[in-house]
């Protein structure tokens, strides 16, 4: 096994809830993702498995298919670009866009690389960094990706995995599974 292991636990609960989410998981393409810190404490991998989680939890209360919110969920930030080590790359490495509008974009590309998506996932995917991003949301797939990305986020920036976790299970929540094996 490789230095990026997952539990087992958490493949086998999302698959149980989108059977695509092994495939995702265990994509080499995809695992890059675990290279990539996301905000203060994490990394990018560990970041999309949360929103998937959250995502799920709400699944019912926005009336969506618990398949379509783990999918958006795990492939929402499938950019392979360091936004921290940006910056301070020489000025023609560096992406000629802005982050926070290129990346949704990318998730998508990358996303179609290892799985089929349906239109209102790609929309949702791509209007997650609602509003920081100006692209509104238009489904309802769309808010719920928006909403669970920003408490994900917030936790992860502010508060720290640990509270995350508290939160999450004082709320009843299931669907906090261990992530690193
Ligand atoms: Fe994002
Ligand atoms: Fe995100």
């Given at each position: 096994?490789?230095?990026?292991?997952?539990?087992?636990?958490?493949?086998?609960?999302?698959?149980?809830?989108?059977?695509?989410?092994?495939?995702?998981?265990?994509?080499?393409?995809?695992?890059?993702?675990?290279?990539?810190?996301?905000h203060k404490?994490?990394?990018?991998?560990?970041?999309?498995?949360?929103?998937?989680?959250?995502?799920?939890?709400?699944?019912?209360?926005?009336?969506?298919?618990?398949?379509?919110?783990?999918?958006?969920?795990?492939?929402?930030?499938?950019?392979?670009?360091?936004?921290?080590?940006?910056?301070?790359?020489?000025?023609?490495?560096?992406?000629?866009?802005?982050?926070?509008?290129?990346?949704?974009?990318?998730?998508?590309?990358?996303?179609?690389?290892?799985?089929?998506?349906?239109?209102?996932?790609?929309?949702?995917?791509?209007?997650?960094?609602?509003?920081?991003?100006?692209?509104?949301?238009?489904?309802?797939?769309?808010?719920?990706?928006?909403?669970?990305?920003?408490?994900?986020?917030?936790?992860e920036s502010f508060?720290?995995?640990?509270?995350?976790?508290?939160?999450?299970?004082?709320?009843?929540?299931?669907?906090?599974?261990?992530?690193?094996?």
């Amino acid at each position: 096994m490789d230095d990026m292991q997952i539990s087992e636990d958490c493949v086998g609960y999302l698959t149980k809830h989108y059977s695509g989410a092994e495939d995702i998981l265990r994509n080499v393409g995809y695992r890059q993702l675990r290279n990539f810190p996301r905000h203060k404490y994490t990394n990018t991998m560990d970041h999309s498995i949360r929103v998937a989680c959250v995502n799920l939890y709400l699944a019912d209360r926005f009336h969506v298919s618990e398949e379509s919110a783990v999918k958006v969920g795990l492939l929402h930030d499938f950019c392979l670009v360091d936004y921290y080590e940006e910056p301070h790359l020489d000025k023609s490495e560096r992406h000629p866009g802005i982050y926070a509008f290129y990346h949704p974009v990318e998730a998508v590309e990358n996303a179609e690389g290892i799985c089929e998506l349906t239109e209102t996932e790609k929309k949702a995917i791509k209007s997650h960094m609602f509003p920081l991003a100006v692209r509104i949301p238009t489904s309802r797939l769309g808010w719920l990706l928006t909403i669970s990305d920003k408490i994900v986020a917030t936790y992860e920036s502010f508060y720290g995995i640990r509270a995350f976790h508290r939160a999450m299970i004082s709320a009843g929540n299931r669907a906090v599974v261990r992530i690193a094996a």
